[in-house]
């Protein structure tokens, strides 16, 4: 089985981005610009993943975008040093605490099922694992 996280981490290594990161760890400025750039290149990607639906209309580019998107996202957590597996594991044990209902904040014109928070729900907390986030904040 592939883990996602090892992967990009071990790309990460190998193209210097740790190495980017511990050198400029301190420096909140470049942590700041590095986290706003990460965010854009979301951005870019789900743009691209947009266009290649709406206006493309090609799926194998659809496939490769939406890939992409998990991979800076992935990648994003992996460089800012948080723990993506942990992080992962709260907010589905999270979702799944979710029951099945009406959100009316948010127009469902298909018909699919919402999920709901029940009374009592709890959200995934991240305090322990931000990693390096906390340096560009």
């Known amino acids: 089985m592939t883990n996602w996280v090892k992967d990009i981490n071990d790309m ?14 301190d420096n909140v400025e470049m942590m700041q610009k590095f986290l706003e750039f990460r965010l854009q290149f979301l951005e870019e990607e789900l743009n691209e993943t947009r266009a290649a639906a709406i206006y493309d209309r090609n799926a194998p580019e659809i496939v490769d975008g939406l890939i992409d998107l998990c991979v800076v996202a992935i990648g994003t957590m992996d460089a800012f040093g948080v723990d993506a597996h942990e992080a992962w594991n709260r907010v589905h044990a999270a979702n799944m605490a979710k029951e099945v209902g009406v959100k009316e904040s948010r127009p469902n014109p298909l018909g ?18 931000t990693g390096n986030l906390t340096d560009a904040v």
């Open 112 to 129: 699919l099922p919402d999920l709901v928070k029940p009374a009592g729900w709890k959200a995934p907390e991240h305090y322990d694992n």
């Open 12 to 25: 990460h290594a190998k193209y210097g981005v740790h190495d980017w990161v511990e050198a400029n760890k």
